[in-house]
């Protein structure tokens, strides 16, 4: 689906961002990209879909080159920034001038997206709150069908019900012939979705495995004494213990805290990286 070699990129007169940077992802996924304010997310994104250039390097999404812009590369991929305009017309207007873009657009699926986010497609989409804006995007990015769904930020503006509704109709639509890339700092609204996990530090990737390893080599528990976190990748005091990540060393298997994993991986990345076998450019 999406591969990545050696990729470099720079903005002018500053300092390279991404340097040989290496990315396979497959179909059948949804992926999430985790990292920092800065860390080089959004640029990924952007490259991948076509908006930004390598300066060098090797990037392909099913075979096209994104910086070519080609017509059926663009009607296979849709994209939902974090920042984004929408026109001044109804949704049903919106619907007419922009699903023929789309080759595989269903009405019918974004009319049950639509009914799910409890969105009244006669509104006017500029006259929509942030967070209705955000749904009827959401809608219509998922009922392109595109195998290529990338969502930058997609629960920022959503209320709690309405993040529910967004991880049943995310995982209710995969298949095998998509891949869907979400960018997120909200990494509790993406519990049980996302699979695998990619961070990203200074335009470097320090982490990437799937929930099958994560879970194979990690721990997530609380522990209520102090002196049993010795051997903690990362803990954080709670109410209950102390929120803990540690080596699993037993082999039981515990539900992964996306949140404590990040801030094991960050804080402790090279005792991650030694757990998980993997050798990940740094420079």
Same mark, same amino acid.
């Given at each position: 689906?999406?591969?990545?070699?050696?990729?470099?990129?720079?903005?002018?007169?500053?300092?390279?961002?991404?340097?040989?940077?290496?990315?396979?992802?497959?179909?059948?996924?949804?992926?999430? %990209? =985790?990292?920092?304010?800065? /860390?080089?997310?959004?640029? +990924? $994104?952007? *490259?991948?879909?076509?908006?930004?250039?390598?300066?060098?390097?090797?990037?392909?999404?099913?075979?096209?080159?994104?910086?070519?812009?080609?017509?059926?590369?663009?009607?296979?991929?849709?994209?939902?920034?974090?920042?984004?305009?929408?026109?001044?017309?109804?949704?049903?207007?919106?619907?007419?001038?922009?699903?023929?873009?789309?080759?595989?657009?269903?009405?019918?699926?974004?009319?049950?997206?639509?009914?799910?986010?409890?969105?009244?497609?006669?509104?006017?989409?500029?006259?929509?709150?942030?967070?209705?804006?955000?749904?009827? %995007? =959401?809608?219509?990015?998922? /009922?392109?069908?595109?195998? +290529? $769904?990338? *969502?930058?930020?997609?629960?920022?503006?959503?209320?709690?019900?309405?993040?529910?509704?967004?991880?049943?109709?995310?995982?209710?639509?995969?298949?095998?012939?998509?891949?869907?890339?979400?960018?997120?700092?909200?990494?509790?609204?993406?519990?049980?979705?996302?699979?695998?996990?990619?961070?990203?530090?200074?335009?470097?990737?320090?982490?990437?495995?799937?929930?099958?390893?994560?879970?194979?080599?990690?721990?997530?528990?609380?522990?209520?004494?102090?002196?049993?976190?010795?051997?903690?990748?990362?803990?954080?005091?709670?109410?209950?213990?102390?929120?803990?990540?540690?080596?699993?060393?037993?082999?039981?298997?515990?539900?992964?805290?996306?949140?404590?994993?990040?801030?094991?991986?960050?804080?402790?990345?090279?005792?991650?990286?030694?757990?998980?076998?993997?050798?990940?450019?740094?420079?």
């Amino acid at each position: 689906m999406i591969t990545i070699e050696q990729l470099n990129f720079h903005y002018k007169k500053k300092s390279p961002l991404f340097s040989d940077l290496d990315l396979d992802l497959q179909s059948g996924s949804i992926c999430g %990209l =985790l990292g920092k304010n800065g /860390a080089g997310k959004t640029t +990924l $994104l952007k *490259l991948i879909a076509g908006l930004s250039y390598p300066k060098s390097g090797r990037l392909t999404v099913n075979g096209y080159n994104p910086a070519d812009r080609k017509p059926a590369f663009l009607a296979d991929l849709y994209l939902v920034p974090e920042e984004y305009f929408v026109p001044a017309m109804k949704i049903n207007t919106f619907e007419k001038v922009y699903a023929a873009f789309y080759p595989k657009f269903s009405a019918a699926q974004f009319d049950s997206y639509l009914n799910e986010f409890e969105i009244d497609r006669s509104k006017r989409m500029h006259k929509l709150s942030y967070g209705q804006k955000k749904k009827v %995007l =959401l809608s219509f990015g998922l /009922a392109t069908n595109a195998s +290529l $769904l990338i *969502l930058d930020e997609p629960t920022n503006g959503l209320d709690i019900p309405s993040k529910s509704k967004f991880r049943k109709l995310i995982a209710g639509s995969i298949d095998d012939n998509k891949c869907y890339l979400i960018s997120t700092h909200q990494v509790r609204d993406m519990i049980n979705l996302i699979d695998p996990v990619i961070i990203l530090e200074d335009g470097k990737i320090i982490f990437n495995a799937n929930i099958e390893e994560i879970t194979s080599k990690l721990h997530f528990g609380v522990h209520f004494n102090e002196r049993l976190l010795g051997d903690a990748l990362y803990a954080e005091r709670t109410p209950g213990g102390y929120l803990a990540v540690t080596p699993n060393l037993n082999g039981e298997e515990t539900e992964v805290d996306l949140e404590v994993l990040f801030n094991a991986v960050v804080q402790n990345k090279a005792r991650v990286q030694e757990l998980f076998h993997r050798t990940l450019k740094t420079q």
